[in-house]
């Protein structure tokens, strides 16, 4: 088995995949549509995104089962296939990255996706640490037993389910990545500061920490670069390809190639070891991304430079206490929508 370590250990850094969701809209996913159940009803479309990331440079890939546990699938009434879905998801991935590796020449790692149960603790909801355990770890050791390398704890906002899913996680023996989503004035939905996440979760036993989703490439590179002094682990930067906005009803992200490409590389200088991209990031950009980072001699982080190029963080997401003028901001309450990537 390929560890993270190992495969960090020859480059340095290591270039992730991009959006799930996303692309499966554009495959034919529809609104509301659980895409677990693709690995067992449309397994190939699933690969071939999969292998689309691989061919465009990906070193590792998130399965298909970010929504794979009891508590999500129970609102598809799927709450009983959870072994079942997330078994597919991991076999898909793993068969995707060895045909790749052998293709290419490249070791690709596959990282067992676990996103958050959509319920919240007690005493705001009525999940408690066991409830949440019992269901990250059936979820755990399904990817486990489908080939994961490792899981990876994603979406997060509540330190409460963090500690749950990485000892679940854990349980099986793999190692575990652990992000946090940062959309709420640089906190997380549920308040936790990206420099505190960062400290619990590697002391929870996370072998890297970082951030993904949210609003866009600037906020993200802000959230991770306040993590890196905090921990000795590897720290993780998956950000969306651009502002998610609503247009025709729908969510798009305007992100280009060379804005994904600019931030691969400014996140790399910042000192991150894993880079991808989440909602919003196509198999184009993972490319251009590659080549980018392939082409470009890490240097001195430069903030000014950093702005310039990817744009002022939270500069259009109200602080707390802040008020901004009716009608002003006019990018209020986007980058909330979230859940699938
Ligand atoms: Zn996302």
Redesign the pocket.
């Known amino acids: 088995m390929t560890t993270l370590n190992a495969t960090l250990a020859d480059a340095g850094w290591i270039l992730a995949d991009g959006?799930t969701?996303?692309n499966y809209f554009k495959q034919g996913l529809e609104t509301g549509y659980p895409p677990e159940l693709w690995n067992v009803e449309r397994p190939e479309d699933v690969a071939a995104l999969h292998t689309a990331f691989i061919d465009a440079g990906s070193q590792l890939v998130l399965t298909n089962s970010f929504g794979g546990t009891h508590h999500r699938l129970r609102l598809h009434d799927a709450q009983d296939r959870v072994g079942e879905l997330n078994l597919a998801a991991a076999r898909l991935a793993r068969q995707a990255a060895d045909a790749g590796r052998d293709r290419n020449g490249r070791p690709v790692l596959v990282a067992g996706s676990i996103g958050p149960t959509g319920e919240l603790f007690a005493p705001m909801g009525a999940l408690d640490y066991d409830d949440a355990r019992a269901a990250f770890t059936k979820q755990a050791e399904a990817l486990a037993e489908g080939g994961a390398d490792l899981l990876w704890v994603e979406?997060m906002s509540s330190l409460e389910e963090v500690q749950a899913a990485i000892d679940a996680a854990a349980s099986t023996g793999l190692e575990v990545a652990a992000c946090m989503?940062f959309d709420t004035a640089a906190r997380s939905m549920m308040g936790v500061t990206p420099a505190d996440f960062a400290r619990q979760a590697a002391g929870f036993g996370a072998a890297c920490v970082g951030a993904?989703?949210?609003i866009g490439p600037a906020e993200l590179l802000h959230s991770v670069r306040e993590m890196v002094p905090m921990v000795g682990t590897p720290v993780i930067a998956?950000g969306?390809c651009g502002i998610p906005e609503y247009v025709d009803g729908g969510i798009h992200y305007h992100g280009t190639p060379e804005l994904m490409a600019e931030y691969a590389c400014f996140a790399r200088d910042a000192g991150i070891s894993i880079i991808g991209g989440?909602?919003?990031t196509t198999p184009d950009h993972v490319a251009a991304m590659a080549s980018a980072l392939r082409s470009t001699p890490t240097r001195t982080f430069d903030n000014e430079a950093a702005l310039a190029a990817l744009g002022m963080p939270w500069k259009d997401v109200p602080m707390p206490g802040e008020r901004r003028p009716e009608g002003g901001a006019g990018r209020r309450g986007r980058g909330r929508r979230?859940g699938?990537?």
Do not use: L, S, V, W
């Open positions: 959006a969701g996303t979406t989503t993904n989703c949210g998956k969306n989440c909602c919003g979230r699938r990537d």
